[in-house]
């Protein structure tokens, strides 16, 4: 019985005391990590003062002036529009918004197909010369 008591016991100081190494070490890494944030933050803070910035709101109470509303013609504004060409008026929407990732993706993807053919075509040209070159000299041309 005593064997076994020991064997019980032993386990038991073993579980305890791996949960106890687990816990130090956590806790010397979370108190590790913290030391290394504090000193930045302080030495941010002492290198860069911040001015201090006073905001002056307008007084509620104060009546707002209303802004004269200019009266346009609904016919003269048609006949701007229909002046500017509807390709025109696309063009300038086109450039206002911004590139979707899709137009982008297509926009990278047409650049690569262009180096790729202009690569291929250096390397024809470059065998081209070779076999020229192999040729004049009397020798068997690389395959």
Known sequence: MSAKRRFFLAGAATAIAIIAVGFG???????SASKQVRPARIEHQA???????????????EPVAPTPVLAVDLSQEKAQQTQLAPQAQSEAQTEERPKTRRELREERRKLRVERRAEGRERRHHRKASQQQEASRNGEIPPQ
């Open 25 to 31: 070490g956590g806790a010397l890494f979370a108190s």
């Open 47 to 61: 290198t860069a003062p911040t001015p201090a910035v006073r905001v002056a709101l307008p007084a509620t109470s």
